[in-house]
């Protein structure tokens, strides 16, 4: 179980947390503008990275907010915490 | 006439730990995120709220604990009434707060059961059953955290040394009771 | 009859504290401080087991946690019953008894033996080949696999023992006190990192702490005393936390490991009572240091697993540590000079040293040279072909080697013995590094994997690390934790060490035989009984992956997990597949690294703590007056009141009818309650919900539907306005926690510019529903000052009010059809409040009703249950409730999707009521739905979401899915089931009251 650096409240346990999927997803605007294709594609299409994948946590048994996580998939290393809004660091 | 019928009817006793529940606490949730908000409050209360993360601060009648960026958890230091549920604290927050758009008050009086553990062996209990470290906690008087305790949230408040509040939902409250006397009878 | 094999008092052992105990029902004696196997080597018994498949006669191979062979089942036929317990690892004590295990009738004489005789037809992949077809048979094949299979037999009765968790936080922590782990300790805690150091053993100073010899010194005193030294000094350091008795089971990313700490299995029984067995160390450490030294490797040859062979360093250490003998008649075999050290123990013992046979040709050393001067014999370039003596070794056969190592030249000679010390070198304990994600490397040298790199903050120090010997770990260790713990100095600095270990070694991984293979038995599994010849097979049978060999030969796969002879199995597939060692890997070690028991995996969390419940203000009621109780997410809910033994049916009819014909009374406090305030509360409902909310007045309610963004149904509810910028949501019961999670999900990361503040206030409020034609006479009672009439307190709407002192909340919604109210009022009121309904509700035969009647009565109204009538695939429009979507709405969550090509489909499955042509015959919840029962394959429509029989209406009613089953209406349907088929007619969902009269009745 990994170790997660809530921008929040610091390091706590990942049982204290739950993932929310791929971050940087933003809901379309004007949904009804969509095609099908387009809907689907924000609806369905998520990346599954083996290395660096930008995710979204909440602290859901802290402060319960959500938050953005950089972690290495292939050995679950976090990179990064940041907060939503906040812009994804770069590569280092 | 209503009758009271709170949750946790005993008060156990243990080498090195004793805990109870402590009732009526007027207990409030209150949300902002403006400045006018946190002045307002502290207008209102003669109360600071604490904005560093997992700290709380106090006032001759209340307390406030740190939750989160825009939430605390206000209690009152003494039992009150249970004749009566009308709070004083909650309809001027609900005055200077909720009526002005400042941000939201909740009464969550019942919504958590409060229970007091005095003894040096508090941390060795929680330690049975939270992954939260309270290596540095228990010696920082007035910290504050939310955290699981055998798989239950809970907000854990050390208002003094082998002195601890811990709030938890009601309905979870018997059940977590129970399995701290359990965890309590073999330390 | 038995001998006394034991030869010397060992501090170790108290002579004054004599134990009894049991083995295969006999009584025998040890000492305080002995573990099973040396009390049992001490009454000259080898032969403790039977192996798995061939059940061959094994012993007592090791001393430690490796042991493959000597497992037995603790206390059989009673409820702390044990199967597969190390008795190298077992400290014995008053009462215990101990079995065999894997064999029938007796360990002495077992039938399984005849696999031994059959073992050329019983060859690696025997079950695979043979049991798999036909595939039909399995079950008849399991049964006798099954039976004659399995090491020891699980425990049939509950466990009377208690087991904990606990978590541990430490800037450190040690696995392992031997001399390494000592030296780190001791620095680690004196420069202020709160540390806790983990022993698997009863005492600390691992291998060094039993030797006594000449040859090894540090500052002049003999190694033993300058460690005791160090030990007695860590036991002051106030930072450091000591465990023995505790082992790490596993070692996950992070640094999170979990360690097993044994608190009362070396107490007498009676001692154990309301203790805590084992506990299960959650530990989360900064900083590791692995120090879990290192494990003898066996060597190869023929028949090379008989009792009476065990590593030489295992004999070394039951001489020391525990002053027993393993044999009167000794020989030991090396390729190394760790046997040395052994025969150099033993002699000054007086314990009898026949020969020793060493793999090298040239070998030079003090050790050796102190041995030849001690007149025993040693075979130099010599091997072991075979070995004989049927339940204890008596002779072995020995030839020279060829200078290749390859063959075996020369004539036989034949050595007698009781005894058989091996040694193949030494192997590091790297199965934590490995399981926490390390990468090893291999050394030629000396044929050993060691850490490579590290993937978390972490270290390997001595033995585990490859640092074999004392001045070794002496210069080595201090320089590395000087790095790793970044401090200047340790006390280790410029130590005096005498070591007269010389590192020569001939690895020769599978010994040549004068036999061909495939005839002989050359263990490199012994609890699996996978041999040389097995491995070889699979390579031939065209296995190349490490992990694939193991698989098929069960190389590695038994509660040792190969701990002995991976290294082998490694080495003879390469050498007969021509790779390097370094290039093959090695097979993955997983967690644990011993077996842990299920005790200790679940802790507490068995009875009452299995799961958690929740309880509402009223629960003490509902137990006072024999509710039933049915669980709804984690709450306890009233599923029905049986009153003078009724049945479940017949009690749920009698409440159906009350609460429709007078009042019936419901604990709705389970509902999710969540506060909603803020400037632009109404806009957020707009957003969340289907329907629209801006225009809903102060003081009055709605019910709304709430869908994923994929258009389908989530979670619904009755949202209430108390103030222009405050709502009262209610949520499903099972839905509260996941709906204000996603709730705030929408508000922080799409919708931060909203003001808007959820609270979850669910457990603040008692809520008493009652409903029928008579509740509102009963609240009015209740609550005398309120105006319950139509036009003041219409349906949809609430009021502000107060029982006495006591502020509460009146809504008037109804999930049963019936005119309806619900009091909410703060929950530590709520059972009062309930007693004074019951009290009053008296003359209108008021009558409490569980969730079932509560079911049936919203599905006479056709109402839906989230989660019962929909899963993740329902639309509002797939369940007729097309008037709930607004149309005005630009956009709300999940709207675009109600108009993509899939859910725009004419023939999705949509909800129906189904009525019964026979009306007494009440369909299954689950049956599957036909129309034509004759088509093959047949084709399923849809399945029965509801069902019940209604006492209102006298029939069975049910609502179902149905592929374009709107478009069905009167259509027949079949619903076939094991012995009959029932006839169905498609209907409206709504069985009862249409009209809604009875709301306002």
């Given at each position: 179980?990994?170790?997660i ?33 387009q ?8 990346k ?45 | ?5 709170n ?15 402590m ?15 946190l ?8 109360l ?17 604990l740190?939750?989160s ?39 969550v ?18 330690e ?49 009771f ?10 | ?62 001393a ?19 199967p ?29 033996g ?7 037809v ?5 079950y695979?080949?043979?049991?798999m ?44 006190a ?78 999170f ?50 009792p009476?062979?065990l ?35 033993l ?67 034949t ?89 020569s ?25 996978a ?7 699979a ?11 193991k ?73 006072e ?18 009153q ?31 506060d ?34 994929d ?10 306005r ?103 009022v703060q ?30 009565l ?12 929909t899963?993740a ?43 019964t ?21 047949i ?6 979401t ?43 969902p ?12």
């Open positions: 179980m990994f170790i650096n809530c921008p929040y409240c610091g390091e706590r346990e990942q049982s204290e947390f739950k993932a929310g999927g791929e971050a940087h997803i933003v809901r379309p605007k004007q949904p009804t503008e969509l095609s099908d294709d809907w689907a594609e924000y609806l369905f299409m998520r599954n990275i083996k290395g660096i994948q930008f995710e979204r946590w909440v602290h859901s048994h802290g402060c319960r907010k959500w938050f953005n996580v950089v972690r290495d998939t292939s050995n679950d290393v976090i990179k990064a915490v940041y907060k939503m809004g906040e812009k994804p660091p770069t590569k280092k | 006439m209503l009758n009271y019928t949750t946790i009817t005993e008060e156990k006793s243990y080498s090195g730990l004793q805990m109870k529940e009732k009526p606490i007027m207990k409030l949730i209150i949300r902002g995120k403006k400045r006018e908000f002045s307002s409050i502290g207008k209102s209360l003669n600071l709220l604490p904005t560093e993360a997992n700290t709380s601060s106090r006032s001759e009648k209340l307390t406030a740190w939750l960026p825009d939430e605390w958890m206000i209690y009152s230091n003494e039992t009150l009434s249970s004749k009566n549920n009308d709070y004083e604290t909650e309809n001027l927050l609900n005055d200077n707060i909720s009526k002005k758009n400042l941000g939201a008050i909740t009464d009086t019942d919504q958590f059961v409060l229970i007091n553990l005095k003894g040096d062996k508090i941390f060795d209990l929680f049975t059953g939270s992954p939260f470290n309270f290596n540095d906690f228990k010696n920082k008087k007035g910290s504050v955290t939310q955290t699981i305790l055998a798989k239950i949230d809970v907000i854990i408040h050390n208002q003094n040394q082998n002195d601890a509040n811990l709030f938890v939902r009601r309905s979870f409250s018997q059940h977590l129970s399995w701290m006397n359990d965890s309590a009878s073999r330390l | 009859m038995t001998k006394n094999l034991r030869i010397k008092t060992s501090k170790f052992i108290d002579e004054t504290y004599k134990i009894s105990f049991k083995f295969n029902g006999k009584t025998y004696f040890g000492y305080k401080g002995d573990t099973l196997a040396s009390a049992l080597l001490a009454n000259d018994i080898h032969l403790v087991g039977r192996s798995f498949k061939y059940h061959r006669p094994r012993g007592i191979m090791t430690g946690s490796e042991e493959p062979n000597a497992i037995v089942q603790l206390h059989n036929n009673t409820s702390r019953t044990e597969n317990v190390r008795v190298t690892e077992i400290e014995i004590y008053d009462g215990l008894e101990a079995s065999s295990q894997n064999c029938w009738p007796s360990v002495n004489f077992d039938m399984g005849i696999n031994n005789f059959l073992s050329p019983l060859p690696a992949g025997f695979y080949k043979t049991f077809w036909p595939a039909s048979f399995w079950e008849k094949y399991e049964y006798f696999i099954r039976k004659s299979a399995g090491l020891g037999k699980s425990p049939m009765e509950p466990d009377p023992d208690i087991y904990e968790h606990r978590y541990v936080h430490c800037d450190l922590l040690i696995i392992g031997g001399i390494s782990g000592i030296i780190a300790a001791k620095t680690a805690a004196k420069n202020g990192y709160k540390t806790l150091l983990v022993e698997e053993k009863s005492y600390l100073g691992g291998s060094t702490i039993y030797q006594n010899s000449e040859h090894f010194k540090i500052n002049n005193q003999i190694s033993s005393s300058w460690l005791e030294k160090e030990i007695n000094e860590i036991k002051k350091i106030k930072n450091l936390e000591i465990k023995t008795r505790t082992s790490v089971a596993a070692f996950h990313g992070y640094n490991l979990l360690a097993r700490e044994n608190l009362t299995d070396h107490l007498p029984l009676e001692q154990r009572n309301k203790k805590t067995r084992q506990r299960l160390l959650k530990i989360r450490a900064k900083k590791v240091i692995t120090a879990t030294g290192s494990l003898e490797r066996p060597l190869i040859f023929d028949n090379n697993d008989r009476g062979i590593l030489s360093s295992a004999i070394h250490k039951y001489a020391n540590l525990f002053g027993v003998a393993c044999g009167e008649k000794n020989i030991l075999f090396t390729n190394n000079d760790s046997a040395y050290e052994t025969a150099i123990s002699y000054q013992k007086g314990i009898n040293i026949e020969a020793i046979i060493d793999n090298r040709e040239e070998i030079d050393s003090k050790l050796i040279k102190e041995i030849e001067k001690n007149n025993i014999k040693i075979f130099k370039g010599y091997t072991i072909v075979d070995t004989s003596g049927y339940k204890r070794i008596n002779k072995v056969s020995i030839m020279q080697l060829s200078k290749d190592g390859q063959k075996v030249v020369g004539s036989k000679t050595l007698n013995c009781d005894c058989l010390g091996i040694s193949g070198g030494w192997t590091p304990a790297v199965h934590l590094f490995t399981q926490s994600g390390g990468k090893l490397k291999f050394r030629d040298e000396d044929q050993v994997f060691i850490p490579n790199i590290y993937p978390s903050d972490q270290i390997s120090i001595g033995s585990c690390n490859g640092e074999f010997t004392l001045d070794e770990i002496l210069s080595v260790v201090p320089t590395t934790l000087k790095k790793f713990l970044n401090i200047k100095e340790t006390d280790y600095e410029n130590l005096e060490v005498q070591s007269s270990f010389n590192k070694k001939r690895n020769i991984w599978l010994l040549p035989s004068d036999k061909v293979i495939g005839k002989t038995k050359s263990f490199v599994d012994y609890q699996n009984d041999t040389a010849k097995d491995i070889k097979l390579l031939r049978e065209g296995f190349r992956s490490i992990e694939h060999v698989r098929y030969t069960t190389t590695g796969m038994g509660t040792d997990q190969g701990k002995l002879g991976n290294m082998h199995a490694l080495g003879i597939i390469s050498e007969t597949a021509g790779s390097k060692m370094g290039e093959l890997g090695t097979t993955t070690f997983r967690p644990p690294y011993t077996p842990l028991t299920f005790g200790t995996i679940v802790g507490r969390n068995v009875g009452e703590y299995f799961d958690i419940f929740r309880k509402t203000p009223i629960h003490d009621w509902h137990v007056n024999k509710a039933e109780f049915e669980n709804v997410g984690q709450w306890k809910r009233p599923w029905y009141y049986p003078n033994g009724e049945n479940m049916h017949d009690a749920v009819q009698r409440e159906s009818k009350a609460a429709r014909d007078s009042a019936g009374i419901l604990d709705a406090s389970t509902l999710g309650k969540i909603i305030q803020g400037t632009d509360a109404s806009e957020f409902l707009n957003r969340v919900y289907t329907n629209a909310w801006s225009k809903l007045a102060i003081g009055k309610c709605r019910y709304g539907l709430m869908l994923n963004e258009g389908m149904v989530y979670d619904d509810g009755v949202t209430t108390l103030g222009e910028n405050h709502y009262i949501m209610t949520t499903t019961t099972g839905g509260a926690a996941t709906v204000l999670g996603k709730l705030e999900d929408y508000l922080q990361t799409e919708w931060p510019e909203l003001d808007v503040y959820l609270t979850s206030v669910t457990d603040h409020y008692a809520t008493v529903s009652i409903c029928g034609p008579n509740s509102k006479k009963i609240v009015s009672q209740i609550i005398p000052d309120l105006d319950f009439s139509d036009e003041s307190f219409p349906h949809m709407s609430f009021k502000n009010s107060k029982i006495g002192k006591i502020k509460c909340r009146v809504m008037r919604i109804s999930f049963t059809g019936e005119h309806s109210y619900e009091i909410n929950a530590n009121y709520g059972k009062s409040v309930w007693e004074r309904c019951m009290e009053i509700g008296k003359e209108f035969n008021i009558t409490p009703y569980g969730t079932e009647t509560m079911h049936l919203r599905a006479e109204k056709g109402f839906i249950i989230v989660g019962q009538d899963d695939t329902m639309t509002p429009i797939d369940l007729q409730m097309d008037w709930i979507v607004s149309k005005k709405k630009y956009d709300f969550i999940g709207k675009r999707s109600l108009y993509r090509s899939d859910t725009i489909r004419e023939d999705r499955k949509q909800l129906v009521g189904l009525i042509e026979n009306p007494n015959e009440v369909l299954e919840e689950g049956a599957q739905i036909v129309a034509d029962i004759n088509k093959s394959p084709e399923m429509l849809g399945h029965v509801s069902s019940y029989y209604s006492p209102n209406l006298k029939k069975s009613i049910a609502l179902g899915v149905v592929r374009g089953g709107k478009n069905m209406m009167g259509q027949k349907l079949i619903i076939p089931m094991k012995d009959k088929q029932i006839n169905v007619t498609v209907a409206d709504v069985f009862l009251d249409k009209e809604n009269k009875r709301l306002n009745a």
